[in-house]
């Protein structure tokens, strides 16, 4: 186990967080928020729209700790978890000093929230599966390296990172591994999540926007130490996740079957479109996929990235990697939309 206040900058640390009204007093008559006693402008079925939200996120955190089997200790929510990334950064990393490791290709997310932080990124490649390469990884950090940013299953590529080697990568590594698994929904068995009680040095961050249908609302949660998780509670804004989204959230965890339901359509969809788009002749190579969405390589993506374009079919060119510049990720659509997909691109053969 890792010393985690000892990796947190100073000014996070000595921090005086900001105490909101429901942070002292949760009941009783509420005269100390400023808020509309009258009532609410909206009508709604959730109750005191005209009341802040919890602070401590505490029925959201009871809900996921039921369905999932970790202590509600261990959960923070957040306005996607790209709030988590942005947060995560700014509790660990210095300004203008500080490093971060990101094995690349991967979420751009990552690299955009160091650079808004002023955080300088060492990219290192992932190997040729896009797997993490340890040797590579390790060889990078340097005194000033406070975070890895790993994801699994990877975002363009949708493979999965190899346990042992996120294991072997915590275990050498002083610093904080953020590790992403917004589509291990799709993969649940590869998740670290039973390794996370070993290693408190590593934040595993999850979504609701993918598997889960839910990305309008905007809420993704990360499952970390909770010397962590006291920290993101330290200097999140008061009160982040609003009514709406908590009522959301905890009556989708009550159906969760659904998502399930989804997951396996949805992996369904994915090999049918593999086996549709294997027989295309300009497709040279469609990578191994842990996740709703394929990267294929073409003999000429932009071509067909254009053409698709044309016939309003939307997909994403992938061309920050030299690996990828002739990809394209496709996400899985419902049966319909991946038909629409597979008849345009038999035209074009
Ligand atoms: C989509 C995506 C996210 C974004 O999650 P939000 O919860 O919607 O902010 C995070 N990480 C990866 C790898 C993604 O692909």
Redesign the pocket.
């Known amino acids: 186990m890792k010393n985690i206040e000892t990796l947190v900058r100073k000014n996070i640390l000595n921090l005086k967080p900001y105490t909101s009204a429901r942070d002292i007093y949760q009941d009783g008559i509420f005269l100390d928020a400023n808020e509309n006693s009258f009532g609410s402008f909206i009508e709604s079925d959730i109750v005191d729209l005209n009341r802040y939200p919890d602070p401590h996120q505490k029925e959201l955190r009871k809900a996921l700790s039921e369905l999932i089997n970790i202590s509600s200790d261990k959960f923070f929510f957040g306005v996607?978890?790209?709030?988590i990334?942005d947060l995560s950064i700014r509790i660990f990393c210095e300004p203008g000093k500080s490093n971060v490791i990101i094995p690349t290709p991967?979420?751009g997310?990552y690299q955009v929230a160091c650079a808004i932080n002023d955080v300088e990124v060492k990219s290192v490649k992932l190997d040729d599966s896009f797997d993490l390469d340890l040797e590579k990884t390790l060889n990078a950090i340097d005194s000033n390296t406070k975070m890895i940013f790993l994801?699994s299953p990877n975002?363009p590529t949708g493979n999965l990172l190899s346990i042992e080697r996120i294991k072997s990568l915590a275990k050498s590594f002083e610093g904080i591994i953020f590790l992403?698994e917004?589509?291990i929904d799709f993969a649940e068995e590869y998740s670290f999540i039973n390794q996370i009680s070993d290693f408190n040095n590593v934040i595993i961050?999850r979504?609701?926007?993918?598997a889960w249908g839910l990305?309008g609302v905007?809420?993704?949660y990360c499952i970390a130490d909770e010397v962590i998780v006291n920290l993101l509670f330290k200097v999140k804004a008061p009160y982040t996740i609003n009514k709406l989204t908590s009522n959301a959230i905890r009556k989708a965890i009550q159906i969760s079957e659904r998502k399930n339901l989804f997951v396996k359509n949805i992996i369904e969809e994915r090999k049918k479109l593999i086996i549709e788009l294997s027989k295309l002749n300009f497709v040279k190579k469609i990578f191994p996929s842990a996740a709703n969405f394929l990267l294929v390589e073409m003999s000429n993506a932009k071509f067909v990235f254009d053409y698709l374009n044309d016939k309003k079919i939307r997909v994403r060119l992938r061309s920050d990697d030299e690996r990828l510049k002739d990809c394209l990720r496709i996400t899985i659509g419902t049966p319909e939309e991946n038909d629409l997909l597979i008849k345009a691109l038999m035209e074009l053969n």
């Not at 979504?207 to 993918?210: A, I, L, N, V, W």
């Open positions: 996607g978890s790209d709030e990334i991967t979420y997310m994801c975002n992403d917004a589509y961050s979504t609701f926007s993918k990305a905007r809420c993704g």
